[in-house]
């Protein structure tokens, strides 16, 4: 299980990648096809074509690390494939990742920060 802090922002891309494609092949797909900046602190998820494996990019402040998971019962749930990318809360990716239907996940809602009465 990964876990990530509660503001971090996930990118999952549609499309299927080639999963011959390292970390840095990766970002720079990232960055010219999803218009992200994989420097930027933000969680890039890639799928494979039969859609059983992921890879995962992130930058930790010192490096690339890529991480890569693949799946012995199924495929993973997977958004239908159109171009660019769809964006996921820290609690949907979790479910992504352990296999689960990210789709039936809620995050909790953010409870507003009161104002001064005026």
């Given at each position: 299980m990964i876990t990530l802090p509660a503001g971090a922002r996930v990118l999952l891309a549609s499309r299927p990648v080639d999963f011959r494609k390292g970390a840095h092949a990766l970002a720079a797909l990232a960055a010219e096809v999803l218009s992200a900046d994989p420097f930027s602190g933000v969680v890039l998820v890639f799928r494979a074509r039969r859609a059983d494996r992921i890879k995962i990019v992130l930058?930790?402040?010192?490096g690339l690390v890529l991480i890569s998971k693949q799946l012995e019962g199924g495929p993973f749930r997977w958004p239908p494939i159109i171009?660019?990318?769809?964006?996921?809360?820290?609690?949907?990716?979790?479910?992504?990742?352990?296999?689960?239907?990210?789709?039936r996940v809620q995050s909790t809602k953010r409870i507003p920060t009161p104002g001064v009465a005026a």
């Open positions: 930058w930790d402040g010192s171009d660019g990318a769809v964006r996921l809360t820290p609690v949907e990716f979790a479910a992504l990742f352990d296999g689960i239907d990210w789709t």
